[in-house]
């Protein structure tokens, strides 16, 4: 990287490339891979609509998310449901990180006094807490929960946490170069 300190814009920026999108909701960065750049952000509980966004916190590192969209088309999902339903361990701390998840999600809707009805939103907006949905929120979760079981199955699955490229710290450097190339000029 160029030695500028990316600004929030700057990791706002990169965090859409890491998405292929822009972001519907406001957001922080909650937890950063080995390399330093975004890997998990903490999102508020209503996208920019203001409609309730089930996903608390959101996978952005495209290395984890390619490889936790392999392991979902592989069927892995219903593998690990099967191995929760058959294992009293993973599914006690299922349930406990689904309630951890309900309050965190409480606790931002009250922050923000949104005035909306108050519901326990689990991990990825499932209704059942014994339920899994959606690989990528339950890394997200892990990665800022480091004690969730569940999770760790999903690292083993994956193999390597981290991408071996760094692609990140590239795609920083062209938004930071760019933003150089043309100060006071706001970018996409």
């Known amino acids: 990287m160029s030695g500028a300190e990316p600004s929030p814009s700057d990791l706002s920026r990169l965090v859409a490339r890491q998405l292929g999108r822009q972001p519907s909701v406001k957001f922080e960065v909650a ?34 998310r390619r490889e936790l969209a392999r392991l979902e088309d592989g069927g892995f999902i219903g ?31 009250e922050a923000g006094d949104h005035g909306l009805p108050q519901r326990d939103m689990f991990i990825a907006g499932v209704s059942d807490k014994e339920m899994l ?8 979760w892990f990665l800022v929960h480091p004690d969730y079981l569940a999770g ?9 946490l981290w ?12 938004l930071m170069d760019r933003r150089t190339e043309s100060p006071g000029r706001e970018m996409p």
């Open 31 to 64: 937890s950063k891979c080995v390399y330093g750049w975004p890997s998990v952000i903490l999102n508020q509980p209503l996208d920019l609509s203001g409609e309730p966004h089930p996903n608390l916190y959101y996978l952005t590192c495209p290395w984890l």
């Open 79 to 109: 593998r690990l449901q099967q191995s929760i339903a058959a294992d009293a361990e993973l599914r006690n701390d299922l349930k406990r990180c689904q309630a951890d998840h309900a309050a965190e999600y409480r606790s931002a809707m």
């Open 133 to 140: 949905k959606c690989l990528h929120s339950q890394m997200a």
């Open 152 to 160: 760790q199955v999903l690292v083993d699955a994956v193999g390597e």
């Open 163 to 174: 991408c071996p490229d760094e692609r990140c710290a590239g795609w920083m450097d062209e």
